[in-house]
Structures are given as structure tokens and as C-alpha cells.
């Protein structure tokens, strides 16, 4: 059983910078051909996929966020890592880390197949 565990800071201050972790245990996130995958959720709001990072290494930015976000892994621990840089009160959101079987930025959810509990992140003075 594939299990993904967010962790980070659950309130960060504007113009700062999030950095949130996903655990991964029961795959490694070499293992082809899976992303491992960023995906939000603004209160009031739709998902939002953010980004991924392929099996091999290779990282995929959503263009809006592509300016300020960075997606990066450390084999070792099994973990992959999303940091968004200069963050503002329109951050605030759920953040998932998910596992997809193709590149999936329109979130079709059949293309998932696991997910983290998701983890509560305000921007907030």
C-alpha cells in the first residue's frame, strides 16, 4: 500500500517562502512511470495542480506558478519537496501530494491513485 504524508509549516508569512515535504512510503518515487504530484486547494475553491516531478527526475510547473514555485526530490529519504517563493494571502490553501500514472495538470482523478491527507497552509501577518 502506497501511503504519502505532507509535512510543513501550517502558517507562513507574506512574502515568505513555503516549503512543504511529501513522505513517500510503500513505492519509491523512482519507480516507473509515476508523478509525484502537487495539487491545492484555495478555501471556497477547485483543486489547483501546482506541479510534478516524474520518476526520472524531470519537474513540471504550472505556468502561472512557474515564476516563484520549484519542485525537487531527495531519493534518499523517498521524499519530494514543492517551495513557493513570495507567497500572499492567495496561497492559502489545502496542499496534497498525489501520485499520478500520467502527467495530469487538468486533474483528471482517475489518473490518480493515491493521495496524502493534505496539510492546511494560511498566509497570515
Known amino acids: 500500500q502506497v501511503q504519502l504524508q505532507e509535512s510543513g509549516p501550517g502558517l507562513v508569512k507574506p512574502s515568505q517562502t513555503l516549503a512543504l515535504t511529501c513522505t513517500v512510503s510503500?513505492?519509491?518515487?523512482?519507480?516507473?512511470?509515476?508523478?509525484w504530484t502537487w495539487v491545492r486547494q484555495p478555501p471556497g475553491k477547485g483543486l489547483e495542480w501546482i506541479g510534478a516531478?516524474?520518476?526520472?527526475?524531470?519537474?513540471y510547473i504550472r505556468p502561472s506558478l512557474k515564476s516563484r514555485t520549484s519542485i525537487s526530490r531527495d531519493t534518499s529519504k523517498n521524499q519530494f519537496t514543492v517551495q513557493l517563493s513570495s507567497v500572499t494571502p492567495e496561497d492559502t490553501a489545502v496542499y496534497y501530494c498525489?501520485?499520478?500514472?500520467?502527467?495530469?495538470?487538468?486533474?483528471?482523478?482517475?489518473?490518480?491513485?493515491?493521495w496524502g491527507q493534505g496539510t492546511q497552509v494560511t498566509v497570515s501577518s
Open positions: 498525489a501520485r499520478s500514472r500520467v502527467l495530469e495538470p487538468d486533474l483528471k482523478l482517475d489518473e490518480y491513485d493515491y
Open positions: 510503500g513505492d519509491s518515487i523512482t519507480t516507473n512511470p509515476y508523478y
Open positions: 516531478i516524474s520518476s526520472s527526475g524531470s519537474t
